[in-house]
């Protein structure tokens, strides 16, 4: 697991390891990743993973309600903004992490 999940998560402690490994499965899949300071990243993901990026956005949200999470559509593609408190910039980096290091894969 690449990050941590905060001790604030209200999410059953059995159920962690599955929500982390849906985050580990859907985050590489990205086709972009944008860091806009440290509090905020834009990740792009192709049309076809929108059901998945608002299913596991609408999720996380009810269980760690520190995160921001804004889907939207566009021509082709989803965009998910992520926003944490800056005491919550450590969990951001992981998100950055695990989906940098697909897309740097991907380049070459």
């Not at 859907?26 to 993901?45: E, K, N, Q, S, Y």
């Not at 990026?53 to 593609?77: M, P, W």
């Not at 989803?78 to 998100?95: F, N």
């Amino acid at each position: 697991m690449v990050f941590d999940i905060p001790t604030s998560c209200t999410l059953p402690t059995a159920e962690r390891p599955i929500r982390a490994a849906e985050f580990e499965a859907l985050l590489p899949r990205a086709v972009d990743v944008r860091r806009d300071g440290p509090c905020h990243v834009r990740l792009t993901f192709a049309g076809g993973d929108a059901v998945a990026v608002r299913d596991l956005a609408a999720r996380e949200t009810a269980c760690c309600s520190f995160f921001e999470f804004v889907v939207s559509v566009e021509t082709g593609r989803v965009l998910l903004d992520v926003t944490v408190p800056a005491s919550r910039v450590e969990v951001l980096d992981g998100i950055v992490v695990l989906a940098a290091a697909s897309e740097q894969d991907r380049r070459g």
